[in-house]
């Protein structure tokens, strides 16, 4: 299993959308899990998370990892996926709502650090604002990478995280300018 798959095919995150197989890699994050498994924890019929879970394979997102008892095991992939598509009439709403919950997530953290926040909702149409231009930026670095099949490990894909908003910032716009010159993009 690679530690990271960035995911840049606007096909494979439609596949990634819909609310059930989005479900059953959460699960599969914890563990590789057979139909039935999935089935029971996820409260849907065999037959519709066998679709679901074909769906994914086909996507390359999950494998068949072992066998129980005659029934397949599934495993993820990757631990960790990286969703950057460009963006897709059809994967445009599942962008936002994503883009919407990242938001949220970055406020929360930062209320439970203690941080002060006078204007809650402006804070978090900031963030989504933030996060849209970066991802939307970083596309061509994170195609080339997706498309050479590097394999990144979790801290080097923090590392390359950092590096692209640093190229990204109005703050270090002159060191930003330049390090856009060392990469091509």
Same mark, same amino acid.
């Given at each position: ?26 699960l599969l994050r914890e ?34 990892? @072992? ?20 963006? @897709? ?47 939307? @930026? ?10 050479? @099949? ?36």
């Open positions: 299993m690679r530690e990271v798959l960035i995911i840049t095919d606007p096909q494979v995150v439609k596949v990634l959308s819909e609310e059930t197989r989005f479900g059953i890699l959460k563990h590789p899990m057979t139909v039935n498994e999935l089935s029971h924890a996820l409260g849907k019929e065999r037959t519709t998370i066998y679709r679901h879970v074909k769906a994914l394979e086909n996507a390359g997102l999950i494998e068949e990892f @072992d066998n129980q008892r005659n029934e397949k095991v599934y495993a993820r992939t990757a631990r960790m996926f990286l969703i950057k598509a460009e963006p @897709d009439e059809s994967v445009e709403k599942f962008r936002e709502a994503y883009l919407q919950v990242e938001a949220e997530k970055l406020v929360m953290i930062l209320e439970k650090a203690g941080f002060r926040i006078s204007n809650r909702a402006e804070l978090v149409k900031v963030a989504k604002e933030v996060l849209n231009e970066i991802e939307l @930026d970083s596309q061509p670095v994170l195609k080339r990478i997706s498309q050479a @099949d590097v394999e990144l490990t979790e801290i080097e894909l923090f590392h390359l995280l950092n590096m692209l908003v640093f190229m990204q910032s109005c703050k270090l716009c002159e060191r930003a300018r330049r390090t856009r010159e060392l990469i091509e993009i």
